[in-house]
């Protein structure tokens, strides 16, 4: 703390780290960053698409999904179990 009197340089660095820490801190406590985060992550390497409320809403026009509210499941039990396996099928190769 001395030294961040002393020196306004090490003071002013002193103070962007508490705002960033403070910042982050209230940011990462919300869902939504851990959505988009999980989103991107998922899409860059090809496992959800990129435009997701848009496939959703697709896929819930034809048929396939259903709406529960704020949820989406799937009309077909058997259309489930074959994605589930499909994945993991695909993570053994």
């Given at each position: 703390m001395i030294g961040a009197v002393?020196?306004?340089v090490y003071g002013a660095a002193l103070a962007a780290g508490?705002?960033?820490s403070s910042g982050t801190r209230v940011l990462f406590?919300?869902?939504w960053p851990w959505y988009a985060i999980a989103r991107t992550w998922l899409?860059?390497?090809?496992c959800l698409p990129w435009r997701l409320m848009s496939f959703l809403d697709h896929a819930h026009d034809r048929g396939v999904l259903r709406q529960?509210?704020?949820v989406y499941q799937f009309r077909h039990v058997e259309l489930q179990h074959r994605l589930a396996t499909r994945s993991s099928e695909r993570n053994l190769r």
């Open positions: 002393s020196r306004p508490l705002w960033i406590h919300n869902a899409a860059l390497h090809r529960a509210g704020a």
